[in-house]
Structures are given as C-alpha cells and as structure tokens.
C-alpha cells in the first residue's frame, strides 16, 4: 500500500497561473481533505469530501476549488494563483466513521511569486 | 469558534521527559489526537485518546487530559534525538469530519 500519495512534491507557479494538485489513497477511504500548513498557524482545512460525489467548504476556500474524481482521487485547484496561496498543501483521507484516524500525505511546496 | 492552541517551542535535553501542552475549546470533541511532522514529511499520528478517558500509555509517551480546563499533554519519556520534530494537537468536531490542528510544537531534543 502507498498510502496517500500527492503530486507534485514542488511546484513554483507565476501570480495568476493556474495548476491542480493531485492527491490519491489506496486504502478505500470514504472521506479526503485538503490543508494548507503555514508557518506559526498549524494546519487549516481548505476543502473535504466526505464521501465520494460531496465536497465542502473548510476554513479557508476562497481561491481554490475541489474535484472528488473518485473514491481514490482528491484534486484540489487554483484557477489564478496568487503570493497568498503560497504554503505547503497536505491531502489525507480517513474511513467514513466520525472522528476516525486521517492518514496524510507528504505534501506539495507550492511558491507563487 | 473551535481553537486549538500550543506553545511553539520547547527544548529538552537527551533522556530528560518532554512534557508539549495543548488546550481546546471545543467541549463536545470525540477525539483528541497527537500527531508528529518530521522535517519534510506530512503528519503522522502518534497517539489519540478517547474523550471520556483521563489517560492513555502508549510506550514512551503518556496522554492526560483533563477535560474541566480543556487541557492535553504528551508526555515523552527518555527523550531521544529522533523525537526532534514538529508535534501537532488536534481534536475530531463531534457529528461532523473536521479536525481542528493547533499551531504545532516543536520539540528541539539537545545531545
């Protein structure tokens, strides 16, 4: 088993470009998260996908949207990048119960310049 | 709103017990989980515990929490050079499937 795969591992985009992030388990989770890791803030939710065919919003979606292709693929995607956006983004995913371990990826180092 | 809170740094030296601290606001968490990032890598978790139990051992490290003040340890005893990493607190919001992270923790383990 992979786990939770994510890709790129880095990306360096120009202010207003746009690119998706790929995320995919093999594990037959039900539920997928998207996060945003910034220095002195911890980890904040950008969007999830309880099950496949739903997503929702987290914390902090404005400029960024979400496909839930499947149950294995999460994508997440930035229509007009911009300095804002630049962070680590981390996938995971976890079982469908409540409340449940997640499981995360290795994440992408994205840089908007 | 839910917030989870930690110290950013702590520093210990090798065989001492690190002690990393959290508080939450949320009192209907289900449960409460510590995660370990090491440089470069995403978060793996180390341990969680059940909102009803005071503590939970697991090996070297040890939960408390104290749900009157809101309060999480980790407690790792005989702490190695490999604990050196970024801990992350976080807690399940009950009836949904959001966590809450803190800021993170990271521990520096001085030979």
């Known amino acids: 088993n992979a786990g939770v795969t994510q890709t790129p591992k880095f990306q360096v985009l120009k202010t207003g470009q746009s690119m998706t992030l790929q995320c995919a388990q093999d594990?037959?989770?039900?539920?997928m998260y998207w996060y945003r890791q910034d220095p002195g803030m911890g980890l904040r939710l950008i969007y999830y996908?309880?099950?496949?065919?739903?997503?929702d919003k987290g914390e902090v979606p404005n400029g960024y949207n979400v496909s839930r292709l499947n149950k294995r693929e999460f994508s997440l995607r930035l229509e007009s990048a911009a300095p804002s956006q630049t962070s680590v983004y981390f996938c995971?995913?976890?079982?469908?119960?409540?409340?449940?371990?997640?499981?995360f990826g290795p994440g992408t180092r994205l840089t908007v310049l | 709103g839910e917030d989870v809170e930690q110290s950013l740094f702590l520093s210990v030296r090798e065989g001492d017990s690190s002690v990393i601290n959290c508080t939450y606001t949320?009192?209907?968490?289900?449960?409460l989980y510590w995660y370990k990032q090491e440089p470069g890598a995403g978060l793996q978790l180390l341990t969680y515990?059940?909102?009803?139990?005071d503590m939970k051992q697991d090996q070297r490290l040890t939960v408390l929490l104290n749900k009157k003040d809101k309060h999480l340890s980790l407690r790792i005893a005989d702490t190695q050079t490999g604990d050196s990493a970024i801990y992350f607190c976080?807690?399940?919001?009950?009836?949904?499937?959001?966590?809450?992270f803190g800021t993170g923790t990271r521990l520096k383990v001085l030979a």
């Open positions: 976080a807690e399940s919001i009950k009836g949904t499937y959001k966590y809450i």
């Open positions: 594990m037959n989770h039900n539920s």
């Open positions: 995971a995913s976890q079982r469908a119960e409540l409340a449940d371990t997640q499981y």
């Open positions: 996908s309880a099950s496949e065919g739903t997503t």
């Open positions: 515990i059940f909102s009803n139990m």
């Open positions: 949320d009192s209907s968490s289900t449960y």
